[in-house]
C-alpha cells in the first residue's frame, strides 16, 4: 500500500491474534527471565520461579529494558530529552465527556511551546494519553510528584502547561493511577555488534527508539518476519549466517527509522510545534 497508509489496532487486539495463532503451550507463563550462562553450543536459561530450560537458540523481544542485550552488546541506548507522562481513563465516554466528544473515535495530538498532549481512542472504550516535554533525565524520580494522586499530577499540569486550557483537566481528575513517568530512550544510529550463532534480538531489544514516526510495532513484526525466513532458508548455510545477515539489514533499517522519530520528536517539542506539525501534516 501507500506509504503513509496507517491501519491501526489495539495493541491488546493484536497481542491476543498472534497468541491465538500459536499452538497449545508454545508460550510458557510465569517465566522471568534473570540470567543465562553458555552452555555447548547452546545456553542454559534461569528463571525468577525457579525453574530452568536449555536452548540452541535465543532470541530476545523482551522489550527496551532488554536483559539479553547485555549477552549481545554493550552499546546502550541513550536519552532522547523527552519524557513522557502517562495516563489512561476507563469508561472514558463517562468520565472524561468533553474530551471523549473531541476524540470522536480518533486521535488528538495537541502541541504548544515545547509541550504536548497525545490522546488515543482504544476499542474498548478506555482512553490513553501522554504529557510529553523536555526533561532532565532524572526529572521522573525528582520531579516530587506522587504519581498516585489524581490531585498532585493535576497540580503539576496546571502549573507546567500553564497556557493551556482547562479542558484537559478531565483527564488527570479521571485517569487511573499510578501514573507512568516514560524517558524515551534511543539506540545509537551507527550502533554495530559482531553477529553470534546462538543469539540474537529482535523489536525494541534491538533497537529502541522514540515513538514519534509510530513504526515501533511494524518494526517488531518485520524483525520477526525476517529473522524467520532466514532461518529457515536453504539459502544461508547455517544460523550464525542467518543472524548475521538478519542483524546487518535490521540495523540499516531500524537506524532510517529512528532518525525520523528522533526529528520527529524535535519537530514536536519545539517552540512553533504547532505551526511546524500543521506544515509537517500538510506534506502528507
Not at 480518533?106 to 478506555?126: T, V
Not at 503539576?156 to 482547562?166: G, I, L, N
Not at 493511577?177 to 551507527?190: A, E, G, H, Q, S
Not at 554495530?192 to 529482535?202: I, R
Request: with cysteine.
Amino acid at each position: 500500500g501507500h506509504q503513509h497508509f496507517r491501519p491501526e489496532i489495539d495493541r491488546g487486539a493484536l497481542r491476543k491474534i498472534l497468541l491465538d495463532s500459536l499452538t497449545a503451550e508454545t508460550v510458557v507463563w510465569d517465566s522471568h527471565f534473570v540470567t543465562m550462562q553458555a552452555k555447548g553450543l547452546g545456553w542454559a536459561l534461569q528463571f525468577k520461579n525457579g525453574t530452568s530450560a536449555y536452548a540452541d537458540l535465543v532470541i530476545a523481544a523482551d522489550g527496551a529494558n532488554s536483559k539479553i542485550r547485555p549477552y549481545i552488546t554493550d552499546i546502550e541506548p541513550f536519552y532522547s530529552g523527552i519524557l513522557m507522562l502517562e495516563g489512561n481513563v476507563y469508561d472514558a465516554v463517562n468520565k472524561i465527556p468533553q474530551v471523549h466528544k473531541l476524540l470522536a473515535g480518533g486521535k488528538i495530538m495537541a502541541f504548544g511551546n515545547k509541550q504536548d498532549l497525545l490522546i488515543g481512542q482504544k476499542g474498548n472504550g478506555e482512553v490513553g494519553f501522554y504529557a510529553s516535554f523536555k526533561a532532565e533525565e532524572g526529572w521522573s524520580k525528582n520531579s516530587g510528584i506522587d504519581y498516585s494522586d489524581n490531585a498532585a499530577v493535576l497540580a503539576w499540569f496546571k502549573q507546567k502547561y500553564a497556557e493551556w486550557d482547562s479542558l484537559w483537566y478531565e483527564l488527570f481528575e479521571n485517569a487511573s493511577t499510578p501514573f507512568i513517568p516514560r524517558p524515551i530512550y534511543c539506540m545509537p544510529l551507527d550502533h554495530n555488534w559482531e553477529a553470534q550463532p546462538n543469539v540474537t534480538m529482535l523489536g525494541d531489544a534491538a533497537h529502541v527508539m522514540p515513538p514519534f514516526a509510530g513504526e515501533g510495532v511494524n518494526m517488531a513484526m518485520l524483525d520477526a518476519l525476517e529473522l524467520s525466513e532466514l532461518l529457515t532458508s536453504d539459502n544461508c548455510a547455517n544460523i550464525h549466517e542467518a543472524i548475521t545477515i538478519y542483524e546487518t539489514n535490521m540495523r540499516k533499517r531500524a537506524s532510517v527509522i529512528a532518525k525520523e522519530s528522533l526529528d520527529n520528536g524535535e519537530r514536536m517539542h519545539s517552540e512553533n510545534s504547532l505551526n511546524t506539525m500543521v506544515g509537517f501534516f500538510s506534506g502528507h
